[in-house]
């Protein structure tokens, strides 16, 4: 079983940066794959980006490539999300995700946080 809590959301002017954060439970957070994904009101959730377990292959949404990192330490069991050039469609609950198998884009992991608004302004 793994408890995941992300943190780090808030309110942002357009162009502005936030980072966010999942801090894992357990002591196998390092055989994970991990991901970010959103949802905006009304909207279904959609994937942001994704790391594997060693951090060493990530995969990012279009929408996010060149703005948004992902990344992870495994010696803290945390994963991040660094968001940078903040969009006002940006704005959503942003939630972590793990799973024990190949990193994945879908929505097929098995543990998943609450969630962190993200609310950027125009």
């Known amino acids: 079983q793994v408890q995941l809590v992300e943190s780090g959301g808030g309110l942002v002017q357009a162009g502005g940066s936030l980072r966010l954060s999942c801090a894992a439970s357990?002591?196998?957070?390092?055989?994970?794959?991990m991901s970010w994904f959103r949802q905006a009101p009304g909207k279904e959730r959609e994937f942001v980006a994704a790391?594997?377990?060693?951090?060493?292959?990530?995969y990012y949404a279009d929408s996010v490539k060149g703005r948004f990192t992902i990344s992870r330490d495994n010696a803290k069991n945390t994963m991040y999300l660094q968001m940078n050039s903040l969009k006002p469609e940006d704005t959503a609950v942003y939630y972590c995700?793990?799973?024990?198998?190949?990193?994945?884009?879908?929505?097929?992991?098995?543990?998943w946080g609450q969630g962190t608004q993200v609310t950027v302004s125009s």
């Open positions: 790391i594997s377990w060693s951090g060493s292959n990530t």
């Open positions: 995700a793990a799973r024990r198998a190949a990193v994945t884009t879908t929505p097929r992991y098995d543990y």
């Open positions: 357990g002591r196998t957070f390092s055989m994970y794959a």
